[in-house]
């Protein structure tokens, strides 16, 4: 686990900068504290931080081939690396170390760039080929491991795990682009492939670049993507059976390290199978690490202990306090462009817990896409059946109004919410989804945004992310096709990108094993009401899990990693959110509309209306202004 950053001249052979190589290289520290390194030649730089986990003594990077014709920096883990130097072995290939990383050089020499077809893993790598004269990138088919790049105007293409290091090479202009800023405050992320500025960008998951010298850059591939066919004929007791062994399969990959390692346990049931599975492949303990808040509405601890007692796991759990907003300015350098999901605070603290006995950490993240055990999909499947027996010209012309009728009741469980209900009902399935999704909906935004940000939209819309994603997804089934949006928005740019950034803060390497791409090809094989039947989420995992976890961890309501924003606003950081969103950077920038916000925060405070949300995503946005130094002429040009 690593950090990548350099930089290649698309027009020629000029020698890179080593101060500016180099400060771009150590602004990604964090990432790789074990070892550090910078390799220039004409034309190109490459920098990398190293954390070791796997080939401690011989892994450094740069890695090259035999005559050093190919250089390689590369972050994450390939987890057949083994296999595949077998493979290769047979081909001819001799290997000097027992690295990932020059498995990935060795591909690319047999196979060119359809290497990328032969890893399984998550990862993000640049290789510089001298003899073929071009630079070639690529990123993980889930997009676990994170890779931005720009251009600059003078022809050098920037490359770096985190935008940070883009940032830190001097020649890139802080022009914002105000579509990412609307999908931020619809989404609370910036989707792929953009970034929060015009000139750089995000590859996106499954996507490959190649570049060639002299030539202008292209567009990127897609080499991988999920596809649900829900055409499998297994029944469910079979299907059970396989997906423990594929479950066990993704752990065991995932356990070679020459580091201590350990697993994340919140009490929920995606970390707990991994955890049990973990248990079930190790004579040794798992080493295992919880948060816990000291509010009980947000504690799931008891019920990480009820795993940890069965597996007489080495278990341990720090208690945050439900106060814990320290963290605002630190998150908002951490992720160098605006993002809002709060559960990034807690994120941050059981990394920061974990850190303190392993390096590498596995995680339940992504079961509840591909599984379907998000509780917004029971809702959206409700709605969709209403939406299915009425014409979509007849429900706008009912519904809409009603809709706009109807009074906001966000205090509410959503199901009492019949003004959302009405929204959704309203709209076809992707702008029904999006929907659901936003953060800061429709109506709102078009309050909230100023005439002239407007002008400078040109009438863009933030759900054209969702329809993109939705032209090819491929298929009519309900389920699968919000599952297959989650896979390419939510998963990547919200849970990915959280995780990713908050472990490297720490130093510290997380695996996925329910992100691994056979067991997600193999789950969309499978039909839905396998994974969503009636009011039961994920309901083969957990009747795969049953044998391995007690049934309260399996079958009790769905918490999530929270914290109290609603109360936070109200209280302790009512102040600091009415100076930043009224006098701070966000004031200062001629985008929003100062009346609306001051409604929100009035109505917020005195307990009129929950604007939590919305307050919370403006508040990131001013911190993400303040942390990158924009001020008002900075600002303005980019509108």
């Known amino acids: 686990m690593c950090g990548i950053t350099g930089l290649f001249d698309t027009r020629g052979q000029r020698l890179p900068e080593r101060e500016r190589l180099h400060r771009m290289n150590e602004s990604q520290h964090h990432r790789g504290p074990d070892e550090g390194d910078l390799h220039i030649e004409p034309g190109v730089g490459f920098g990398h931080r190293r954390l070791s986990v796997i080939d401690i003594a011989t892994g450094q990077q740069p890695i090259f081939n035999d005559d050093k014709s190919v250089a390689l920096v590369f972050n994450g883990e390939v987890y057949n690396y083994l296999e595949l130097m077998d493979e290769l072995r047979g081909h001819g290939y001799v290997f000097r170390t027992k690295s990932d990383s020059e498995a990935i050089v060795r591909a690319w020499e047999h196979w060119g760039e359809d290497c990328v077809h032969h890893l399984r893993g998550m990862f993000a790598f640049m290789i510089h080929d001298r003899r073929r004269d071009c630079l070639f990138m690529a990123r993980d088919r889930l997009g676990v491991k994170p890779l931005h790049y720009a251009m600059t105007e003078d022809g050098w293409l920037l490359f770096g795990s985190e935008l940070k290091s883009l940032m830190a090479h001097g020649g890139l202009r802080q022009e914002m682009d105000p579509r990412a800023v609307e999908a931020y405050f619809a989404l609370g992320y910036v989707p792929d492939p953009w970034t929060i500025y015009r000139h750089a960008q995000k590859l996106a998951p499954g996507h490959r670049l190649l570049v060639k010298r002299g030539q202008p850059l292209g567009e990127p591939q897609r080499y991988w993507d999920v596809k649900f066919t829900l055409d499998a004929k297994i029944g469910e007791e079979e299907a059970a059976e396989e997906l423990r062994r594929r479950l066990s399969e993704s752990v065991k990959l995932r356990l070679k390290a020459e580091v201590p390692l350990g697993a994340f346990l919140s009490g929920g049931v995606d970390s707990s199978a991994v955890v049990a599975a973990m248990a079930q492949l190790d004579d040794q303990p798992v080493n295992t690490c919880s948060i816990g808040f000291d509010d009980p509405k947000f504690n799931e601890t008891q019920f990480a202990q009820q ?195 908050a472990s490297m803060a720490h130093s510290l390497e997380v695996r996925e094993p329910l992100m691994d791409h056979k067991l997600v090809e193999w789950v969309a094989t499978l039909p839905s009401d396998l994974k969503l039947r009636g009011q039961e989420g994920k309901y083969l995992f957990k009747k795969a899990l049953e044998p391995m976890l007690p049934h309260d961890v399996l079958y009790r309501p769905k918490m999530g990693f929270a914290v109290p924003l609603a109360r936070w606003l109200r209280g302790p950081l009512r102040e600091q959110t009415r100076q930043a969103l009224q006098q701070g950077a966000l004031a200062q920038t001629g985008w929003f509309n100062q009346s609306t916000i001051a409604r929100l925060l009035d109505q917020h405070e005195r307990g009129v209306m929950d604007h939590a949300q919305p307050l919370w995503v403006l508040l990131m946005f001013d911190a993400f202004l303040r942390n990158a130094g924009l001020g008002t002429a900075t600002a303005r040009a980019a509108a």
Not at 316 to 323: G, K, P, T
Not at 380 to 406: C, D, I, Q, W
Request: hydrophobic letters at 40%; charged letters at 25%; a neutral charge.
């Open 307 to 501: 795993v940890a007692d069965r597996y007489r796991t080495n278990h341990r759990v720090e208690v945050v306090n439900s106060d814990d907003f320290g963290l605002v300015d630190l998150l908002a350098h951490l992720y160098d462009e605006p993002y809002a999901d709060s559960s990034a605070i807690p994120t941050y603290r059981v990394c920061e817990l974990a850190r303190k006995h392993v390096t590498v950490a596995l995680s339940g993240d992504g079961g509840d896409e591909s599984l379907g055990g998000y509780r917004r999909y029971k809702m959206h499947m409700m709605e969709e059946r209403m939406r299915s027996a009425f014409p979509l010209a007849l429900r706008r012309g009912v519904f809409g109004p009603l809709a706009k009728l109807y009074p906001k009741a966000d205090w509410a469980p959503r199901v009492f919410r019949a003004k959302t209900t009405f929204q959704a009902i309203a709209r076809n399935s992707v702008d029904a989804y999006f929907n659901t999704m936003g953060l800061v909906r429709d109506p709102l935004r078009n309050e909230l945004f100023s005439d002239a940000f407007k002008r400078d939209l040109q009438g863009w819309h933030a759900s054209e992310v969702f329809h993109h994603h939705a032209r090819r997804a491929n298929t009519d089934d309900p389920l699968a096709l919000i599952q297959y949006l989650d896979i390419h928005t939510y998963l990547p740019g919200d849970i990915n990108t959280k995780v990713d950034r």
